[in-house]
């Protein structure tokens, strides 16, 4: 595996790196992360993966040591060590105690920053889904490691050869197993509210700029597995893939009745990335 790491103040390579068992995230998963887009040493939408970051660890009262300022400074310096020029930034934040304990009471930070080769690539090609049930928790807006149902699911997606499994509580659709969706009917954009149901994704956020921006009306309401196949266009958002157009879910040719709408939403996601990459790069 290629990369490099920072863990708990030592860089290693990603290979050489071994994390003691009193990290409570192999215990009971307790632990927040976020996944960033690198250019050399700058991370893409940096103050909102932080924020949100920050946001998680109050909501769980995981102790960082580090203010925004100095947790931002030690992912670019993690990821000039790392000699990446485009990256995956994975960060995590967890606890640790003596014992295994389920309690987090006087517990003790854990940082872990990995930072991996990846590139965001333009792509027009329409990807694929399946729908599976959604059998979380309530406490999806916190972006923790607890991820079972997501693998689960995601598994099947990969059994079937779909790019991912959009997931339903009941016939309501609320996002995918690692990205947020939205729908496109009558050139009105729909995506489920960010409440506890879902992560409130940073591309999703972009997504309703781009609308803003490109006169599209938009609703942040929830819709059904039914609404979703009938659907003009399916808009799935990720920091890994951007915005992409869905092709088929379950196998059944869906959307195609929007492309130009679809589209113009998804370059400017891409776009956005791209104009940042162009700058770092320079410099
Ligand atoms: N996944 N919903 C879920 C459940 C996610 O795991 C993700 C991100 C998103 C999209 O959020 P954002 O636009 O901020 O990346 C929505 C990341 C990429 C992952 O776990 O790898």
């Given at each position: 595996m290629s990369g490099f790491a920072y863990y708990n103040g030592e860089f290693y390579p990603l290979d050489g790196l071994s994390i003691p068992i009193t990290n409570r995230a192999f215990y009971f998963g307790d632990a927040v992360y976020e996944v960033f887009l690198g250019v050399g040493e700058a991370v893409y939408q940096c103050e909102e993966h932080i924020s949100r970051l920050f946001s998680n660890l109050r909501k769980l009262s995981i102790p960082l040591l580090y203010n925004k300022e100095e947790i931002t400074a030690l992912i670019s310096h993690t990821m000039k060590k790392s000699g990446i020029g485009e990256s995956l930034v994975y960060l995590q934040v967890s606890r640790c105690a003596k014992e295994r304990r389920?309690?987090?009471?006087?517990t003790a930070h854990d940082l872990l920053i990995t930072v991996s080769p990846y590139s965001l690539k333009p792509s027009e090609e329409r990807i694929s889904l399946i729908t599976h049930d959604d059998l979380r928790y309530y406490y999806c807006d916190i972006k923790t490691v607890n991820l079972l149902p997501s693998v689960i699911a995601s598994t099947e997606a990969e059994k079937a050869k779909a790019d991912e499994a959009v997931l339903h509580r009941g016939d309501t659709v609320t996002e995918c197993a690692h990205s947020n969706i939205a729908i496109l009917k009558g050139n009105r954009l729909l995506t489920h509210p960010a409440n506890n149901l879902i992560l409130p994704g940073i591309t999703r956020k972009n997504l309703l700029k781009a609308c803003v921006k490109e006169r599209v009306p938009f609703e942040e309401r929830p819709f059904t597995v039914s609404e979703m196949m009938e659907a003009d266009e399916i808009i799935v958002t990720s920091t890994t893939r951007a915005g992409r157009l869905v092709g088929k879910i379950d196998g059944k040719s869906v959307g195609g009745r929007a492309t130009d709408c679809g589209e113009s939403l998804c370059k400017i996601l891409y776009e956005q990335f791209a104009q940042f990459k162009q700058q770092n790069l320079t410099l």
């Open positions: 389920h309690s987090a009471l006087n």
